[in-house]
């Protein structure tokens, strides 16, 4: 059980450019939820002791990936810069990048911060690696918590969030599918399978087939990497060569990927559908975003 927060800062509508959109080794597009954890990680870290920031609600109102097409491919638009120190061109580092259109939804806890003087701090971070371009229209919304137990502070909130789509876990979605699926599958088949567009014959009761395009489920569903699962033993800081921490224990880790469904933010009962925390597992190496029961 986490603790409903004392506020909520509202970062609303914030363009950030250039954001990194590989952010797993299997798929591409908005970026990591982690990314987002990380950043307001990072911008608690910047308000001191007496507040402190935890939860993000993430809200994309637009999405604009720097790519091209080439005949039936697409392919991310590259670039050589900045300059080398000579003068000359340095040479491509592929990347995927995007320009977003964000709202973030934070949780705050203790002190309640100036909403300008937050919005400031937060445009001289990098969000998934993107710049932010100037924030205006922050705000802080104290919570009545008795009231929030209903989710009213977040419905009246929500109408302001629109046009926008909300990124929430479905793993609950992706264990039950894998349930129906034959035993020899894996959560990795049932994951696929739920993210394919499908395309075959499809017969329908007292009529003619046809051939038809699908998905399985429903909604806007899609596999989003969450989080990273160790796959070695944890070592000692400075134990591995070239890590880039001396004073921080290391382990290496793979990606760990879970079922997303894009919502919109009027169809979410409240926090507890909406904000992402950390939560950690270090005995079994398992660190993950996931949503948390807030309300008592």
Sequence with gaps: MHKIPDHLLVLPRMRVINVNCVSGPLTWGFPSVTAFCGFVHALSRKLGDQTVLDGVGIISHSFEPQAYQ????????QTRNPLESD?????????GRAHVTVS???GVYGGKPDADETATLAETLRLAGGSILPVSGAKVISLDKFAEQDGKTYKKLARKLLPGFTLTDRSDLLMEHHKNMPEEKTLLDALFDLSA????YIETEGSKGEWQTYREGSGWLVPIPVGYAGISPLYQPGEVANTRDKETPFRFAEAIYTLGQWKSPSKLKGLDELLWFYTSDAKNGIYACKHKKIYE
């Design 197 to 200: 567009m499908k395309h075959g």
């Design 104 to 106: 973030l939804i934070i």
């Design 87 to 95: 003068g000359s061109t340095a040479g491509i580092i592929e990347e």
């Design 70 to 77: 080439s005949g039936y491919e697409k392919k991310f638009s």
